[in-house]
């Protein structure tokens, strides 16, 4: 079974500064997608960026990067020039691209990140 | 705004009680994912329905059952409450069933057993 694993539980940024968060995973597979999602207070997830693994170049969407690693099932996010809105609980998950191809995502245990303005 | 609606926003029930839970799709998507999301956890996926069939299913007893209808429209259903049941359920949905279709979720539904 594919594990997630977000190691830390809160992080902190000042506004307009840069914010790595990480993320490792646990698969046999070679064939699968990797996504981070945003959970403000509001409660609604909302898809940040996503990373098919047989894609070597790293995905971005505006300020947000991620750092993919594939032979070190590493996966993390860089939010670059953090404003106060990016303040929410970020999850990373996992998802199998072969098989059933049902929509299963694995999701890690997530990281609470503050924006300080 | 994801245009995915969930019903209702909490819920308090009692032990062996039974609940349903309503999440109302993106106009268009024919597939929906149930999680649940205890407090302080990662979502945990319970099923996926897509065109009115069940077409996956996470590691939930049977008292967890689902349905889907026609007008995007779909339940989840809890037998037999449990106070563990207590959680955030999460319902998401997609144009297709794959994992690369994107996941649209609503607010969801907070229930507490007592």
């Known amino acids: 079974a594919q594990t997630v694993t977000q190691s830390q539980p809160e992080m902190s940024v000042q506004e307009a500064e840069t914010v790595t968060l990480s993320c490792t995973y646990d698969t046999s597979e070679s064939d699968y997608y990797l996504f981070w999602y945003k959970q403000p207070p509001s409660r609604q997830m909302i898809l940040v960026i996503r990373q098919e693994a047989y894609k070597q170049q790293n995905a971005t969407e505006n300020r947000f990067s991620v750092n993919f690693q594939k032979a070190a099932k590493s996966f993390s996010l860089k939010i670059s020039d953090s404003q106060l809105g990016d303040a929410a609980m970020y999850f990373c998950a996992y998802g199998t691209a072969g098989g059933t191809s049902y929509g299963k995502l694995t999701f890690g245990q997530g990281t609470i990140l503050t924006v300080h303005p | 705004e994801t245009g995915v609606t969930q019903s209702p926003t909490h819920l308090i029930k009692t032990r062996g009680q039974q609940v349903t839970l309503r999440c109302s799709s993106q106009s268009g998507h024919n597939t929906v994912s149930w999680y649940q999301q205890a407090l302080g956890q990662g979502p945990q996926f319970i099923f996926q329905?897509?065109?009115?069939?069940?077409?996956g299913r996470g590691n939930f007893p049977p008292r967890f059952s689902g349905l889907q209808f026609p007008n995007y429209s779909s339940e989840l259903n809890v037998n037999a409450l449990e106070l563990d049941d207590s959680a955030l359920y999460l319902c998401a949905s997609s144009g297709g069933t794959g994992v690369w279709e994107t996941q649209y979720f609503g607010p969801g539904t907070r229930l507490l057993v007592l």
């Open positions: 329905y897509y065109r009115e069939e069940e077409n």
